[in-house]
């Protein structure tokens, strides 16, 4: 049975939105890890471009709501799914990934799912954004 964590993520000290996405996407889309990129999936964005792709909800959400962000704002959350050995193929992990994403969401908030295989584990690393897709509002975790 697979164990999932989910954790907020903020920029950090002198990084911006852009620079601490980007710096998520370097490591988990590491092609030695992802079987070449053949093991990331997204929905609502395009893995390789999800920085600019956050970045553009946040500022769309700015213009729409007049809410400016805070210096504590969660800018993604970042779903750690790790399986037992031998439970899963890397596809099917990629899969369950997807389909944990699409219903934590409900399809509203765009996220890729990168499934690594360097490991002696196969696991997960979801990111969602924390602005919805129609720059209306901001995910939560209660």
């Not at 852009?18 to 070449?36: M, S």
């Not at 729409?64 to 962000?69: E, K, P, S, V």
């Not at 490991?119 to 939560?140: E, L, M």
Request: aromatic share 10%.
């Amino acid at each position: 049975m697979a164990t999932t964590r989910i954790m907020p993520l903020h920029t950090g000290k002198g990084r911006s939105v852009g620079n601490a996405i980007r710096d998520i996407l370097d490591y988990v889309e590491n092609p030695d890890k992802t079987d070449r990129g053949r093991l990331i999936t997204a929905h609502g964005c395009n893995g390789p471009i999800a920085d600019a792709e956050f970045l553009f909800s946040k500022q769309q959400y700015l213009a729409r709501t007049g809410r400016r962000r805070g210096a504590d704002d969660v800018i993604a959350y970042h779903v750690r799914q790790a399986f037992v050995p031998g439970e899963v193929t890397p596809e099917e992990a990629n899969k369950i990934g997807y389909e944990t994403a699409m219903r934590w969401t409900k399809g509203k908030y765009q996220f890729f799912v990168c499934t690594h295989i360097d490991k002696g584990h196969i696991h997960n690393h979801i990111y969602y954004n924390s602005t919805a897709q129609d720059c209306s509002r901001k995910f939560h975790n209660f």
